[in-house]
T-cell receptor, first 112, second 121 residues
Framework: QKEVEQDPGPLSVPEGAIVSLNCTYS??????FMWYRQYSRKGPELLMY????GNKEDGRFTAQVDKSSKYISLFIRDSQPSDSATYLC????????????FGPGTRLSVLP | GAVVSQHPSRVICKSGTSVKIECRSL??????MFWYRQFPKQSLMLMAT?????????EQGVEKDKFLINHASLTLSTLTVTSAHPEDSSFYIC?????????????????FGSGTRLTVV
């Protein structure tokens, strides 16, 4: 079993749809959970960060963490074509980059 | 703020030659930078941790003699792929821990460079 699993997609949705992206993990020591957006041939950019369990909302984006189920989600409301990208979940037990574990990413296409 | 500049964005080289990739933190000091490798449709894989003024720490399976890392200043880390071969063709990305992002997110923040696509022919 991989440490972090994520459906690679591709996921295609119409503009305006609500998008749900998910990751599951096996390491119960993970405390920091992040979502990155990566456009084609670009470096990832940090979208959302959550520490431990709970929800966090930022504009059209909501991140949820359920540590009991080892499951994290990113919701995108009113999706736009500009949201088309690969979304990577990342998690860490500590506050140091060498402990980051990335999911493989989900390719999202929002169709106008 | 908290920008990491990575150059070149794309490089094509002949098999057997060496290629240097630079990663600069533009508006902050980065004592630690990280180098990742990403194959198509695959996840980011950490190759090594670059520490300013000391030797880099390589992940298991990464050849330190092939992937030379130098972090000579607080704003510059370089990755040199020596004697490149076609199997080294990949997308290389650096990242750094950015204090500004840490403040905004409350604890953890890493900013990434824009990546370098290396093609060895």
């Amino acid at each position: 079993q991989k440490e972090v699993e994520q459906d690679p997609g591709p996921l295609s949705v119409p503009e305006g749809a609500i998008v749900s992206l998910n990751c599951t993990y096996s390491n119960s020591a993970f405390q920091y959970f992040m979502w990155y957006r990566q456009y084609s041939r670009k470096g990832p950019e940090l979208l959302m960060y959550t520490y431990s369990s709970g929800n966090k909302e930022d504009g059209r984006f909501t991140a949820q963490v359920d540590k009991s189920s080892k499951y994290i989600s990113l919701f995108i409301r009113d999706s736009q074509p500009s949201d088309s990208a690969t979304y990577l979940c990342a998690m860490s037990a500590g506050n140091y980059g060498q402990n980051f574990v990335f999911g493989p990413g989900t390719r999202l296409s929002v169709l106008p | 703020g908290a920008v990491v500049s990575q150059h070149p964005s794309r490089v094509i080289c002949k098999s057997g030659t060496s290629v240097k990739i630079e990663c600069r933190s533009l508006d902050f000091q980065a004592t630690t930078m990280f180098w990742y490798r990403q194959f198509p449709k695959q996840s980011l894989m950490l190759m090594a941790t670059s520490n300013e003024g000391s030797k880099a720490t390589y992940e298991q399976g990464v050849e330190k003699d092939k992937f030379l890392i130098n972090h000579a200043s607080l704003t510059l880390s370089t990755l040199t792929v020596t004697s490149a071969h076609p199997e080294d063709s990949s997308f290389y990305i650096c990242s750094a821990r950015a204090p500004i992002i840490i403040y905004q997110t409350g604890g953890v923040g890493y900013t990434f460079g824009s990546g370098t696509r290396l093609t060895v022919v």
